[in-house]
């Protein structure tokens, strides 16, 4: 008896054995080997796609990220780090090119011919970025290793993967990897054009412009938005998205198309906008709204912050951050940190500063500034009143989800759009840069502060932007494991096969317009007939 129990003992373990090996072969099969590109490693593009990675990750994926090697103590450094996988490429000189360009961009920031400055660093931020693609290309070994990925997921600024997606197929025999473009700014033209999605510049605001929607953009601004949306598709796009890897397609030989489209190559497409505080527009299947990708909940302050936190009392804290390129404003222009700071002595709530480095000056009592802040989980502190900021989209986003107001100093690219959205939906006031007074720093934010209405309106928002079945890297994660699994040519829309005069149906109204023409001609010829006819007959007779 005791044999047989021993027997069915060791039966039963084995089984279970055999059924635990089956359930892991199966998760295995299950799982994809997912490659993400957040430009290189650094910055917000780069921990904009972090929370999609983390989410892929709890899916039971295996994620890798794709960073330069002079970024990689900062990517590592990551939360959840040590379940990432990373493939390092090397461009020497990297980070010194790039700090570079970004201190020389904050200096520009507060001059006043910015524009062309601005256009300059952004061509050259261009040539950077091909640069930078071609070191992929002449690493051989990652070349070899990207063939076994089972999905890339790129940030639209630097789109390399696409580039390299090509190569595989046309010199590696590789099988099509499904690709998804994540644009983290305020929807932009170039998504449209590439996505197929329809764009109306009648109502739909160009980024950059800084117009609001129909409702609000006079005739004059309707004009110069639908020469702005005709600018960005015929020429801006190409120039800024496409031109930095156009030797790249000749020399190694990739896809000719890539020379003025990656549609071809992409499934699809993520932006960071939500329609709760975003104007109204059409997408298609193709395009997935993931907006507030790394909104999350508060994490607990450290000690020395949460005591300043908590000696705010009823006045609450208000916290100061112009982003990690911007916060360099303490050397570049001391003068502006100054005025700040006297507009900060004047209130009675307690004030956090975003700076790198510290001012010479003795900061008053109500001030304490660090050169580095955890700004999320400062915007979800109940102490918290607003926050001051330069009109980040990510941190647009996150100051939504804890329902706080905001007072926006926009500095360059879509900061401005975002300002507007700000103002527009009613969640804060704008300091403009270029009549920077302490005065008037102390208007607009003593408004948002002593305005019971900003905070209102903020708390609406964010019940409404919170109510959604999935969180927005939820949904990132879920899409891609669709196109994973089933490609993404039904989600490609038709308009991308379509020539221009036909989506426009600019074929059908010539050819109404001809046939009104024809008939009335016809008509008046036969009047005229008609007429002349009576005419005659009336002279006969007479």
Not at 347 to 364: A, G, N, S
Not at 387 to 409: D, I, K, R, T
Not at 488 to 506: A, K, V, W
Request: glycine share 6%.
């Amino acid at each position: 008896m005791k044999s047989a129990v021993n027997r069915w003992t060791s039966t039963r373990n084995c089984l279970l054995l055999i059924s635990l090996v089956l359930v892991c072969a199966s998760l295995q099969v299950e799982s994809a080997n997912i490659l993400l590109s957040g430009v290189f490693g650094d910055g917000s593009h780069y921990f904009s796609i972090v929370p999609i990675g983390r989410s892929l990750l709890q899916k039971g994926h295996n994620v890798t990220f794709l960073v330069a090697d002079e970024y990689l103590h900062k990517a590592v450094d990551i939360s959840d780090s040590e379940f990432f996988n990373f493939e390092v490429f090397h461009f020497p000189g990297l980070k010194e090119k790039m700090d570079e360009m970004y201190g020389r961009l904050g200096e520009v920031t507060f001059t006043g011919s910015t524009l062309s400055k601005q256009k300059q660093l952004f061509q050259r931020m261009n040539i950077i970025n091909g640069h930078v693609c071609r070191a992929v290309f002449e690493d051989p070994e990652l070349l070899e290793r990207m063939r076994w990925y089972d999905a890339y997921v790129l940030d639209v600024v630097w789109p390399c993967g696409v580039f390299v997606k090509s190569y595989l197929e046309r010199h590696k025999d590789t099988k099509d990897i499904p690709i998804t473009i994540f644009a983290p700014m305020v929807p932009i033209p170039f998504i449209f054009d590439q996505s197929g999605s329809p764009f109306v510049p009648s109502y739909q605001p160009v980024a950059g412009t800084s117009f609001s929607s129909s409702t609000s953009m006079s005739f004059l601004e309707r004009c110069q938005n639908a020469f702005f949306y005709l600018y960005f598709v015929t020429s801006l796009n190409r120039e800024i998205f496409l031109s930095p890897y156009f030797q790249l397609v000749s020399d190694y030989n990739l896809d000719p198309e890539l020379m003025s489209s990656i549609s071809v190559h992409v499934d699809l497409y993520f932006i960071n906008s939500d329609f709760s505080v975003e104007f109204p527009f059409s997408v298609m299947p193709n395009v997935i709204p993931v907006g507030g990708v790394t909104s999350r909940p508060a994490n607990l302050l450290d000690e020395d912050l949460e005591e300043f936190m908590e000696s705010s009392g009823e006045h609450g804290v208000v916290v100061f951050s112009l982003g990690s390129y911007f916060a360099e404003i303490t050397t570049t222009h001391p003068d502006v940190v100054d005025l700040f700071i006297e507009a900060f002595s004047r209130i009675p709530q307690k004030v956090i500063m975003h700076l790198k480095k510290l001012p010479p000056r003795q900061l008053p009592d109500n001030i304490k500034a660090l050169p580095w802040l955890p700004l999320n989980d400062l915007m979800g502190h109940p102490k918290t009143r607003a926050v001051l900021y330069h009109g980040g989209n990510n941190g647009y986003y996150e100051a939504l989800y804890h329902g706080v107001p905001l007072v926006v100093m926009p500095l360059a690219g879509d900061q401005y759009d975002v300002a507007v959205r700000v103002l527009s939906m009613g969640l804060g006031t704008k300091i403009e840069k270029n009549r920077l007074t302490t005065e008037h720093i102390y208007e607009q934010l003593n408004e948002v502060l002593s305005n019971p209405k900003y905070r209102a309106t903020a708390k609406r928002l964010s019940a409404i932007f919170r109510d959604r079945p999935m969180k927005p890297a939820d949904t990132a994660a879920f899409w891609i494991e669709h196109v994973i699994k089933h490609g993404g040519e039904h989600l490609r829309p038709q308009t991308l096969d379509m020539p221009f005069y036909q989506i426009y149906m600019l074929d059908i109204a010539t050819a109404v317009i001809i046939c009104v023409m024809a008939i009335s001609f016809i008509v008046i010829r036969a009047i005229r007939y008609c007429c002349c006819s009576k005419n005659r007959l009336k002279a006969k007779r007479e």
